[in-house]
Each structure stands twice: as structure tokens, then as C-alpha cells.
């Protein structure tokens, strides 16, 4: 299956004269962009989606509580392999820089994938 390439923040995708799709590997990673990017509610056809992440900015970091909202909306995303164990790492910087690693195994191609985010 293939969806219009976008990366959250980011302008659309041209390719060949129109939109850019992207497939595999590259659209779960950007659904995961999406979906830990949109504060709960931002959807008004699915008021539940959304980790909420930006909303966190200017709170104090509690990396357990970052942790938990990644792996529960993980668990949400039918491109992650749900029989292998999600990986996330949150750590900050003196600076008040936080910075997310998740792991994840791509349920269609079985390999292991990184995804970045902050820092």
C-alpha cells in the first residue's frame, strides 16, 4: 500500500509531476511521525489518536511518563510488529534538550528500524 509522502512539519512531496507516495518501511515511519506529533483530539474523526508529544514542550521532563505514551501508541500502529518488543530510550541534556530513540521491528519487512526524535 502506498500514502502521499509528507513528513509532519514539512511541506508535500513531488515526484514526476505530482505528489510523492511513499511505501514500506518510509510510510510507517512517517505514520509513527504523525501519530506522535498530534496532540489527542487534533483529529475531530478520531478524537482518540495521538501521543501528544509537542504538548509536552516547557513541562518538566518525565522520561517514564514520555516512555509510557510512546509505547502505548506503538502498540496502536498495525506497521509495527506486535510480537517484538518496542524500544524506547529518552534521555535530556543539560540544555533541556530531550531526545527519543524508539526501536521497532517493521511488521511487513521483519527488520529492524530506528526512529529519532528532538536533540
Do not use: F
Amino acid at each position: 500500500m502506498s500514502a502521499v509522502g509528507h513528513v509532519m512539519g514539512a511541506d508535500l512531496s513531488l515526484s514526476g509531476g505530482g505528489l510523492a507516495v511513499v511505501d514500506g518501511a518510509e510510510e510507517v515511519r512517517q505514520r509513527l511521525l504523525r501519530r506522535l506529533c498530534t496532540n489527542p483530539g487534533g483529529y475531530i474523526w478520531q478524537i482518540g489518536y495521538g501521543a501528544g508529544l509537542p504538548a509536552m514542550i516547557g513541562s518538566p521532563v518525565v522520561s517514564g511518563t514520555i516512555k509510557s505514551v510512546v509505547l502505548a501508541q506503538m502498540a496502536l500502529e498495525s506497521g509495527v510488529d506486535q510480537t517484538q518488543p518496542v524500544e524506547v530510550s529518552v534521555s535530556s541534556s543539560a540544555g533541556g534538550v530531550v531526545s527519543c530513540a524508539i526501536s521497532y521491528v517493521d511488521a511487513a519487512t521483519q527488520e529492524m528500524q530506528t526512529l529519532l526524535l528532538g536533540g
